[in-house]
């Protein structure tokens, strides 16, 4: 049987029928707004970084014990590409699977996941939110190690080290990926 490409509504259907939480349908839309963002820069497939970002942590809220690996499961089932489910499998390499991020996207993902949090929880705390945020902010917040604490700062320079950027490149490009959807995930 041939592999089905989804299409962003079906993507977005998939993450609400497992995901309720309002902070992870919105992490979802941080993370596809950015992967779309970082295609554009490198010139890849957007709709497909975008879906992929979207449902990267489809199975997280009903199944965090068994964190990718039900979302490998359920994509399955849906008759999903393999380069999908292996990139989503990807970003909880060392974390909850043992699938190395090789190509480009599957690196993008691993290291903005967890970026996209700081840069979050960042904003929050600002009057302006996102708008007129800077690199610096954002690593202000990254030396306190207390800020954001469930933010692997780790596997963020691991993975833009994975990517051969540097870290103020890969925060700036991250803050600009949220950016366009600062209103849809309350940070306008």
Do not use: Q
């Amino acid at each position: 049987m041939e592999r089905k490409v989804p299409t962003r509504e079906e993507a977005f259907e998939l993450l609400k029928k497992y995901n309720k939480s309002e902070s992870l349908i919105n992490h979802a839309l941080a993370v596809e707004a950015v992967m779309r963002h970082f295609a554009e820069l490198f010139e890849e497939d957007v709709e497909k970084w975008g879906i992929i970002g979207l449902v990267h942590d489809l199975d997280y809220e009903m199944y965090p014990d068994k964190h990718c690996e039900k979302t490998k499961e359920i994509l399955e089932e849906e008759n999903w590409p393999e380069d999908y489910i292996r990139a989503i499998m990807s970003h909880g390499w060392e974390i909850c699977t043992d699938v190395e991020p090789i190509e480009k996207m599957e690196k993008v993902l691993y290291t903005i996941d967890e970026l996209t949090g700081l840069i979050n929880a960042t904003a929050l705390m600002r009057p302006t939110g996102i708008s007129d945020m800077k690199v610096k902010s954002v690593k202000k917040k990254w030396k306190d190690k207390s800020f954001a604490a469930g933010v692997n700062r780790e596997i963020i320079a691991k993975g833009a080290e994975m990517l051969g950027m540097d870290l103020n490149e890969v925060i700036a490009e991250t803050i600009e990926g949220m950016k366009k959807v600062s209103k849809e995930i309350g940070l306008k």
